[in-house]
């Protein structure tokens, strides 16, 4: 890497990045892949690593700008609720549980950074949710008493139940075969869903489970709204996501 990035770097400091690569890395021939999680937690690092990827805490980082530009891929992680003021719907507050707001504002903004500058972008659970959201759609504000409890969806934590595809998705799920089993930690989900996005799996109680943007309005823009970094590492689809996503950001590097 050249000495000018190597300093932009450390003008940002050490403590707020993941480096999963050494400082001889850094200062290689080889530039690495560097990706931005929205919250990172170490079940995301494991996913996503290798050999030569820095992964960047965008929550941990107080100037958001100065990590945009050095973005090769951008994940938006799991996490709260979102601020149902954001898709104009204030009866949902009454059901939400804390909301960050600035984690609100940071997420929208990466998602708005991945869309026009064309970076891929990877959504879980909540990253998912945000999607829609920052694209103009809405969510149910609680699942139970707004679509029933055909399908538990979480039950004090996480719960695990099955999902069939409404169309094939090899960017998400293996070929040949259209139900899959997934782990399941939440109680709100996509309601009106804004064109171009396009849903790909769905839960028996019809809540959808896996999108992914048009290749005209994005050229890799996938999510779901379970947790494949929790699936395990031979898990089909946890494998596949992370190939899909990992050979995106490299083709575009």
Request: charged share 25%; net charge negative; hydrophobic share 40%.
């Amino acid at each position: 890497m050249h000495e000018v990035e190597i300093s932009k770097i450390k003008r940002m400091g050490f403590y707020s990045l993941f480096f999963l690569t050494t400082i001889g890395l850094l200062q290689s021939c080889n530039k690495p892949t560097k990706i931005i999680l929205s919250k990172a937690s170490q079940n995301y690092i494991d996913w996503i690593a290798d050999e030569n990827t820095v992964i960047l805490d965008a929550y941990r980082i107080s100037n958001t700008d100065s990590i945009l530009a050095l973005a090769d891929g951008i994940i938006i992680t799991g996490g709260e609720d979102i601020n149902p003021l954001l898709y104009n719907d204030s009866s949902n507050l009454k059901v939400c549980g804390d909301i960050d707001h600035r984690r609100d504002t940071l997420e929208k903004k990466l998602f708005d950074y991945a869309f026009e500058n064309k970076i891929p972008l990877m959504g879980v659970c909540r990253g998912m949710q945000m999607i829609n959201v920052a694209s103009g759609g809405t969510l149910y504000g609680d699942i139970p008493s707004e679509i029933g409890t055909e399908v538990i969806h979480r039950n004090n934590g996480e719960v695990i139940h099955e999902i069939t595809l409404t169309e094939s998705c090899p960017l998400i799920f293996p070929e040949g075969q259209d139900t899959f089993m997934v782990n399941s930690w939440h109680h709100q989900g996509l309601k009106n869903i804004p064109d171009g996005i396009n849903v790909v799996a769905r839960s028996f109680d019809d809540l959808p489970e896996a999108i992914y943007v048009d290749e005209e309005l994005h050229p890799f823009m996938i999510a779901v709204q379970f947790h494949p970094e929790r699936l395990g590492n031979d898990n089909a689809i946890h494998k596949r996501m992370r190939k899909s996503f990992l050979d995106a950001v490299k083709l575009d590097h």
